[in-house]
Nanobody
Framework: QVQLVESGGGLVQAGGSLRLSCAASGRTFSRHNMGWFRQAPGQKREFVATISRSGRSTVYTDSVKGRFTISRDNAKNTVYLQMNSLKPEDTAVYYC??????????????????WGQGTQVTVSS
């Protein structure tokens, strides 16, 4: 069982930056691929980024490439999402998720067994 708690959301102007954190409980954090997803009002939850157990492999959705960076610190049981050059269309509730599956981390929410409660990110124009 993995429990996830996100933090770092807030209100920021377009062009600004935020850093989201997701703290995981338990001793098995390093055995999970970790992902960030987001959901805007009236929209489906969508994939943002994912990182492998070791941190050596990362995948991003096209709309955030070059602006967002996912990273992890296995000693601190924490995964991060650094978000730069934010746009109003990035406004959403951001969720972190953990997947115990082996292999390259994927973008399908069904691969992720554990989810945090979400943190709101609002980007004003």
């Amino acid at each position: 069982q993995v429990q996830l708690v996100e933090s770092g959301g807030g209100l920021v102007q377009a062009g600004g930056s935020l850093r989201l954190s997701c703290a995981a409980s338990g001793r098995t954090f390093s055995r999970h691929n970790m992902g960030w997803f987001r959901q805007a009002p009236g929209q489906k939850r969508e994939f943002v980024a994912t990182i492998s157990r070791s941190g050596r492999s990362t995948v991003y959705t096209d709309s955030v490439k070059g602006r967002f960076t996912i990273s992890r610190d296995n000693a601190k049981n924490t995964v991060y999402l650094q978000m730069n050059s934010l746009k109003p269309e990035d406004t959403a509730v951001y969720y972190c998720a953990a997947s115990p599956r082996f292999g390259v981390p994927g973008a399908d929410p069904a691969e992720y067994d554990y989810w945090g409660q979400g943190t709101q990110v609002t980007v004003s124009s």
